[in-house]
């Protein structure tokens, strides 16, 4: 048994759950409990989805347990090919239903289902994780549906440079972009721009947007770009292995992490390398003046930012590439870098090693906790959890890897891959240092009128100690005396203590603007003395 | 997938279904419950989805001390239960030492521990004496095979119960979470009408649990409340029949219970609740001229969809077109029931696809539902009001009769604002 005040993984069925909706075609019949369904929100809210998750659950209850819940998992397999006719099948159990073992992918298996591909998914919940069930998921997916496609034992391996023999343009396939992710939408379509500016086709994006048919076309493209090893890692080294397929392992997250990417992929397709790619005297090509970050980070205006304690955590793909970006390309000071991906900690041993630090691998929320406050950061480089981490403790911190919120799912174009990533890595590290020097200054002059602690904006109550409720500068004046305000021709308005009482319990975002009505309305009705009665009045008559 | 049947003498249009139910398990209540009782930790046994579940519900409430957490199976637990069991005292201990302001703590059942038959029941006692006279460890089940969202207060609230203490003494207890400043509200308007002692629970501090016995006049605040409700009655305490306060008919009706049960003349009740019920209208009255005639479907979410119906039925002049609800217990709801219009469709449990086909097939001008289909819905052109909005919201009262029908008034307004022409 193991604590957990926050998990920065869900169960491996929601990574199942993650390829599904990723995809097109693609239904999922979950063995779950009632309750589990609150999972469609993160489609639906987080990632804000027009329609629902091609997902259907048994939902069994109690009264089902004495029951047949293998019947149950099979009429609803029945019914949901029936209604959805997906063209591919995934089958799975969430961890309640792994408790009580129906075994509902060989129930599938032994059911008439028109012959639609069946996978089964074995997804051990009390073992392990969300990517791992996502990675499990499209490994799964693939093999099943290209088995038939399998060379014999013993085949040539493909060349990735065949495309110069068949008097075509070289393809890859993206792999990995999938919804939950962090930015994978707008990190396809910046890569998929990149590889056309050197004429390098997409074949495949997968899981996102892709149906069971794309799936079977992944063997024709010249080799796999693999731009999120924790989901993607599996199927491109069984891709490898039994088709022969060349992968791109470089993920393209930074300045430099995006000219090796290219080079790593001339390469491979034996392009000849552009002039524009060519490192100069420097080490600096070129292309990377396509992206805005190295003549902001080289601008005086950023000289301040050098040497800044940064404290970085996430998944291992975004916690490396950031670690990267802050040393070299932003000039800050690494000062602890972690990840809660396992899978990956051989790759982020070795890139913490670099940076002549440890590497935290750790999925437990308070281990981080306590290395950040260990390390005393001026920047907190992480995901969701470690801005709970970072309000505690009064740093300012930047969101770079999921877990996300719904904030991290942007209207606007941001992705963190290529030369635009790296322009909106630029600005969303460094604004909230800048909303930190402001706090500074408000620390040191806490008399200023305009700058006041109720004035902040995501640290407020951070590093000031908590203040009553009624933070605003005329509740203090209002401890001292009444409230009073001139009321033309009757004298003074004055609120009661009941009706001060009443107010303090309005929220404080609008606390000014109850005030503010009911006074308007007692100098209309001429009442002198603001009382709790007065306010409910008010709040009717301005209801409307 | 489900079986529908109909049942129902005095409602002949009731509709049992079940299928796919497309709801919350009773750990949500967490949610709400750790900001009632800020002194009380809420601690899940259960698996990484419950965890995941909670945190993806009050994710966006960025915290400096959770109030809440969940106890991890591992495979090892799950080989034998004796281990198990050391494990939750050594977690406990573990949480107490970190967190030593915690008075009470809930240890809340899922559907991995009960189906493995983890008795916390047993492990609450063992930890109680353990821990004499500094926490309280409770015990109830949240699970999705046994509880539908609300009914995990209900079931927190009836964990509470046996720690009351006894007394004669008369007073109006109110059950069910409400907003801070409604309880005062009601509170204040219980003191106008001569009732001096109204107690609630749950209290605002765990450890100030009001008393209960024959005195006890008890007025539920929510109708999810069945079992709770039933073992205040078994303490001594007198259940008092009442529409739910919501609107100013369901309000006045729900003080006047509670007045006429401690002898207050009815013209002490009119002089002190009709000017609300008059003002409530008028609060009301601009929302009805946009929901008066608009057809609603209440989907089942929190067992607050009768109430909620009666009130947008009869003071928001709304029209009925199914009234869904988790779970019907006819005694809590008898006098909902009787004022809600002859021939109502109300249906019980859910089979999501089935409802789903008639919500579309009656194209409804407002449908009430969960998260996960209230997007999906207005991308099919179909508005919605998202329903568990409503167990978060102050909207108990006759002062709160206008807000609570602007929630549903929004949504239309909103639409009609929005154009992108």
Redesign the interface.
């Known amino acids: 048994m193991e604590l957990t005040l926050w998990t920065y993984e869900g169960p491996p069925h929601v990574g199942a759950m993650r390829i599904a909706t990723s995809m097109e075609g693609v239904h999922y019949v979950l063995h779950a409990p009632q309750g589990d369904t609150y999972a469609d929100l993160l489609f639906t809210m987080i990632e804000r989805r027009d329609k629902r998750p091609p997902v259907t659950y048994t939902t069994f209850q109690a009264r089902d347990l004495g029951g047949d819940t293998a019947e149950l998992v099979k009429r609803s397999i029945s019914e949901a090919v029936a209604r959805f006719q997906p063209e591919a099948l995934l089958v799975g159990e969430s961890c309640t239903a792994e408790l009580i073992q129906d075994q509902p992918g060989a129930l599938a298996g032994g059911m008439d289902l028109g012959g639609i591909p069946v996978v089964n998914l074995e997804l051990p919940a009390y073992s392990k994780k969300e990517n791992w069930g996502a990675a499990e998921t499209l490994y799964q997916l693939v093999r099943g549906l290209l088995k038939a496609q399998l060379p014999s034992p013993g085949f040539a391996k493909p060349s990735p440079q065949r495309w110069r023999d068949e008097g075509r343009r070289p393809r890859v396939n993206l792999l990995g972009p999938s919804l939950l992710g962090f930015r994978c939408r707008d990190d396809v379509r910046e890569i998929t721009a990149l590889l056309a500016e050197y004429g390098v086709e997409v074949a495949v994006v997968a899981p996102l947007g892709a149906r069971p048919a794309d799936l079977q076309r992944i063997p024709t493209a010249d080799a796999n770009v693999c731009l999120y090893p924790e989901v993607a890692g599996s199927v491109c080294s069984w891709l490898e292995r039994s088709f022969g397929m060349a992968t791109v392992r470089t993920v393209p997250i930074g300045i430099g992490a995006t000219a090796s990417f290219l080079r790593e992929l001339h390469q491979l397709l034996g392009l000849e390398l552009p002039a524009a790619l060519q490192p100069g005297a420097d080490g600096t090509c070129a292309a990377e003046r396509r992206s805005r970050l190295p003549w902001y980070s080289r601008s005086v205006d950023s000289t301040y930012l050098t040497g800044k304690r940064v404290f970085i955590f996430g998944d291992a793909t975004h916690a490396i590439a950031a670690a990267r970006i802050a040393s070299r390309e932003l000039g800050f000071q690494v000062v602890g870098l972690g990840s809660y991906s396992r899978e990956q900690a051989r790759e982020l041993r070795a890139a913490a090693a670099e940076l002549g630090l440890e590497a935290l691998i750790s999925d437990d929320y308070l281990a981080v906790e306590a290395a950040m406050a260990a390390a005393a950061p001026e920047l907190v480089l992480g995901t969701q959890m470690e801005r709970h981490s970072a309000k505690r403790l009064g740093i300012p911190c930047a969101v770079i890897s999921a877990p996300l919120h719904v904030q991290d799912v942007p209207a606007r174009y941001s992705p963190q891959m290529g030369w635009e990533g790296a322009n909106v890595i630029f600005d969303a590290w460094v604004h909230p240092l800048m909303m930190g020097l402001e706090e500074h200054l408000i620390g040191m002059f806490r008399h200023d009128f305009e700058f006041v602690d109720g004035h902040l904006s995501h640290l407020e109550g951070a590093s000031a100690p908590t203040r009553p409720a009624e933070a605003e500068p005329a509740r203090d004046q209002a401890a001292a005396t009444p409230v009073a305000t001139a009321l033309p021709g009757h004298g003074e308005l004055v609120w009661s203590p009941d009706g001060e009482a009443e107010l303090a319990k309005i929220p404080f975002f609008v606390r000014g603007k109850v005030r503010k009505n009911t006074e308007a309305y007692a100098r209309e009705r001429g009442l002198e003395v603001i009382d709790s009665e007065a306010l409910y009045e008010a709040k009717a008559h301005f209801s409307s | 997938?489900g079986a529908s049947s109909v049942v129902d003498d005095r409602h002949p249009s009731l509709l049992k279904e079940s299928g796919?139910?497309?709801?919350?398990?009773?750990?949500?209540s967490i949610v709400w419950l750790h900001r009632r009782m800020p002194d009380a930790f809420f601690l899940v046994?259960g698996?990484?989805?419950c965890?995941?579940?909670i945190?993806?519900?009050a994710?966006?409430m960025?915290?400096?001390?959770?109030r809440?957490?969940?106890?991890?199976?591992?495979?090892r637990?799950?080989a034998g239960l004796a281990d198990?069991n050391e494990?939750?005292d050594?977690?406990v201990t573990?949480?107490l030492v970190r967190r030593p302001e915690i008075r009470t703590l809930f240890l809340v059942g899922s559907?991995?521990s009960?189906?493995?038959k983890l008795d916390l029941a047993k492990a609450a006692e063992r930890l109680n004496t353990q821990l004499a006279g500094r926490v309280k460890v409770l015990n109830y089940s949240g699970?999705?095979?046994?509880t539908?969202f609300t009914q995990g207060e209900d079931k927190a609230l009836l964990a509470m119960v046996p720690l009351m203490p006894s007394s004669d003494v008369d007073q109006l207890l109110i059950v069910g979470t409400l907003a801070?400043?409604v309880e005062?509200r009601l509170v204040?308007l219980f003191g106008r009408l001569g009732i001096p002692v109204v107690t609630s629970l749950p209290p605002r501090r765990s450890t100030e649990l009001p008393p209960i016995g024959p005195g006890t006049r008890v007025l539920l605040a929510q109708p999810f409340l069945s079992d709770t409700a039933r073992a205040l009655v078994n303490r001594g305490a007198r259940l008092l029949a009442a529409p739910y306060p919501f609107g100013v008919e369901g309000s006045r009706a729900w003080m006047a219970a509670g007045a006429e049960a401690f002898g207050v003349a009815p013209a002490q009740v009119a002089a002190v609740l009709d000017p609300l019920v008059e003002?409530?209208r008028?609060?009301i009255?601009?929302?009805r001229e946009l929901l008066a005639g608009k057809r609603l479907f209440l989907l089942p979410d929190s067992q607050l969809e009768l109430s909620l119906a009666r009130f947008l039925q009869r003071e928001c002049g709304m029209e009925l077109v199914e009234v869904g609800t988790p779970y019907l217990d006819r005694q809590l709801l008898d006098a909902e029931l009787a004022l809600l219009p002859e021939g109502t469709r109300i249906s019980e449990g859910q089979d999501v696809?089935r409802q789903l086909e008639r919500v579309r097939a009656a194209r409804p001008d407002l449908v009430v539902c969960?998260?996960?289909?209230?997007?999906?819905l207005?991308?099919e052109g179909i508005a919605t009001k998202w329903s568990i909005e409503l167990v978060f919201s102050p909207i108990h009262g006759c002062?709160q009769a206008?807000?609570l029908a602007?929630l549903f008034a929004r949504s239309l307004r909103r639409r009609a604002a929005l154009s992108f022409a």
């Open positions: 997938m796919q139910r497309e709801v919350f398990c009773g750990l949500t046994v698996s990484r989805t965890a995941h579940l945190q993806s519900a994710g966006v960025i915290f400096a001390e959770p809440f957490g969940t106890a991890i199976l591992g495979e637990d799950l198990a494990e939750l050594r977690l573990d949480l559907c991995p009960e189906v493995i699970s999705g095979i046994e539908t801070d400043a005062d204040q003002r409530g008028r609060a009255a601009p929302h696809e969960g998260l996960g289909l209230a997007n999906p207005e991308a002062d206008g807000d602007e």
